[in-house]
């Protein structure tokens, strides 16, 4: 039998506000535990929630990127249930009237664009933490997360690999980032990943029954998490048995997905209108606004790349990539105009530089002026490029300019004819033997040379 393999990915999303969805406390990661409470998110009776504006307009620009319908009339349902982490007993989310509705991403898959569809993007709460203690063994409960606005993306089950939910995943983020609207971080828990897979043989009319894996924190367990899974089902299903409905949490140690509990249904969860909220019209003028004030997103800034800067496709898309990159390298421009030049030494020689120094571009020392500046030198012949490249490992290193280096490093190119031949001169005269070697012919004498004018050189800069 051969099966194909049918993915949709439930991503949640935490927005950068200064406030949390429904109260004024500080949406703030890292705080002491329970700084950032009230009564409104620790759940207390008579606490009456108000719903932030930000939130909403991120939500929209998320919608808007992911060429969404923003739906004009919205509304906050209670999905209860019971957890130490949510002191309410219910989490405020959207149920039938969500923000955002029937959009799509396109993908690159495999080398072609694939459109990916995205049933809804909705509003609702992010749940406190428990902190296990192995000290005391006890759990600690800290309520700083509860209240913070999140947007979760649903996927249609549109995805055929785990490589495909892989690259969803990456573009996913990657048009998140251009929006400004999160710090996009696994790590920090501010992307947070939901996998539901299910195998049927190829042709079937109908999806097979799917499982819903937890717990993965890169897009890479994600991608694992899949494929043991997939393998899974086959097996049950080659051996004659029947998949259950239920969510696995992944781990990662093992690398195998575990049972954690049998999948809840929508009614389990007694959804019902959240009376503290009334429903919500969403003015057009609000949509036209966060329209009108979407950043760049990654397809325009390549498109501008290639047309006003005129980079090679290839050359903006690796650009395009990182967004942080792709900033660096536009402040570049801004710098000295020489998209073309600097882009060589970003992509060539920095990227491969910082790699080495398992540095990244956001905590590097070296500024778009220095390297603007560095890159003009190179042009004017002040130095070579070889020495360029060495001035950008101490630029790194140091956080001084190309000036500074060189003059530090006396790392100018010797452009005065005579004080170059004396030198000369004095390396011939000093390795006669070699020097007749080369002129018999034998070309790989030169080499040593050029090493001793190399380090004559460097001998004078007081190297
Ligand atoms: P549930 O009611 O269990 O939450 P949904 O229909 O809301 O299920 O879908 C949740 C996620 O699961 C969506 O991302 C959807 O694309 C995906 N999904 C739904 N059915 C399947 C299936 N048979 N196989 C794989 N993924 C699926
Ligand atoms: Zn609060
Ligand atoms: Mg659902």
Redesign the pocket.
Known sequence: MKFET?????AHLQLKTATKIFCGCANRFGSQPNTNTCPVCLGLPGSLPVFNEQALEYAIRVGLALNCQINPVIKFDRKNYFYPDLPKGYQISQYDKPICSKGYLMVKAGGVEKKI?I?RAHLEEDAGKLIHDKATNSSLADYNRTGTPLVEI?????MRSPQEAYDYLTALKLTLEYLGVSDCDMEKGSLRC?????I?EFGAAQ????T?LKNMNSFKAVKSALEYEVNRHAQVILSGGKIV?ETLLWNEEKGMTASMRG?E??HDYRYFPDPDLVPFTVDAKIVADVKARMPELPKEKFQRFVDSHKLSDYDASVLVQDKKIADFFEACVRASNDPKKICNWIMSVLLKEINERKLSIERMTLTPENLAGLIKKVEEGVVSNLAGKDILGFMLDTGKSADALIAEKGLAQVSDDSALEGMLDEIFLAHADVVEQVKQGKQSAVGFLVGQAAAKRMLKAGH
Do not use: M, Y
């Open positions: 049918v993915i949709g990915l439930e569809g049933t649903v996927s249609e089950p549109d939901d996998a539901n897979v299910s049927r999806f097979g029954t799917k819903e409905q999948k249904q929508a």
